[in-house]
């Protein structure tokens, strides 16, 4: 019998995902895909991410995902992944996002760091971080999957640029030096109400361990972390399904607040 496996190239896996995007999701990515298949799902992005900038995106940064240890259990993973920020994914502190724009998407608080200098070395430490980083923001990610059901693997979603959609960041950022990014409790509300808890240590221990990293992940890629660059450091608590109508706001203690309004009811 024939291996359907080696019928399905990255290159049809990575046109499947973007096809996704307006088409509606696709199932699970096992008939190319290994579950546990980082270099592949990671080839699956990078084809993706050259389509897109040929297409006239441009990278403002990257995400660090699956930083709780519990996900990676979950996923029988022992890393977390990452995925590529494009400029056309940011949503203004405030505002509104369209549900048109989105597939099935989920609301997570999280520490946005946007970098002053470069962080070039794959040695990069925490302490090298903290000395390039300008300023810390709330952020908010809007995580969506073109996964059916997000019936997702490791693969899955790294293939799918780490699952991500869109991003807001607080309009005033702080600078580093002072801040407790290990204590800071995250409060994040739907409608008021608060629908998830957690704390900034839920980022691989430290928001700056999840930096550092993703730091030197890029680095080693030949693809290092810029000025100027924007990092989501990754959830600080259960990430939550949106509906349309939600006004989604994010509290961060000592850091800052951002919101947004997922459309309208």
Sequence with gaps: MQDVKSEVTLDDLALRLRDAYTGGTVPPLRDGLDPVDAAGAYAVQEINTRYWQGQGRRIVGRKAGLTAKAVQKQLGVDQPDFGV????????????????????????????????????????????????????????????????????????TVADNGSSAFFVLADEGKPLPGLDLYTAGMVMEIDGEVVSLGVAAAALGHPLNAAAWLARTLAARGDPLKAGDVLLAGALGPMVALTPGDRVRAVVGGIGECSFTYGDA
Excluded: N, Y
């Design 85 to 156: 920020l494009f400029d056309d994914m940011q949503v203004a502190d405030g505002a509104t996002l369209s549900p048109a724009r989105c597939i099935q998407p989920k609301a997570e608080a999280e520490i946005a760091f946007v970098l002053g200098t470069d962080l070039p070395s794959v040695d990069t430490t925490p302490e090298q971080v903290a000395a390039a980083v300008a300023t810390v923001h709330a952020a908010i990610e809007i995580v969506d999957s073109r996964i059916a059901d997000w019936k997702i693997t490791f693969a899955d």
